[in-house]
């Protein structure tokens, strides 16, 4: 459920760039939509990550809540694969 709702806020990224006052923000560096994942004990849960949707349109994988950690992908694996992969190994 969770990666088909980050298909459809991928297609629904801007691809703009964002100036504001003295820094330009190009699409690749704009979280358009954060799709957050949690264990049952919530704000204290062992196992938390989820995706980022970049404005550019690429996704990326994260672990973590306060502190996101990206989680590099193995070759042939999406972003969906490899956080499903360390959120496992996390239980």
């Not at 006052?21 to 264990?39: M, N, S, T, Y």
Request: net charge positive; charged share 35%.
């Amino acid at each position: 459920m969770a990666e088909q709702r980050s298909h459809e806020l991928v297609a629904s990224a801007s691809r703009q760039p964002v100036d504001v006052r003295f820094k330009r923000f190009d699409p690749v560096q704009q979280v358009v939509a954060r799709i957050e994942l949690a264990g049952p004990e919530r704000l204290f849960a062992s196992v938390r990550g989820g995706v980022d949707v970049r404005g550019d349109g690429s996704t990326e994988a994260y672990r973590g809540r306060l502190q996101r950690e990206v989680i590099v992908q193995r070759k042939g694996e999406s972003p969906y694969e490899a956080l499903r992969r360390v959120l496992e190994a996390g239980r």
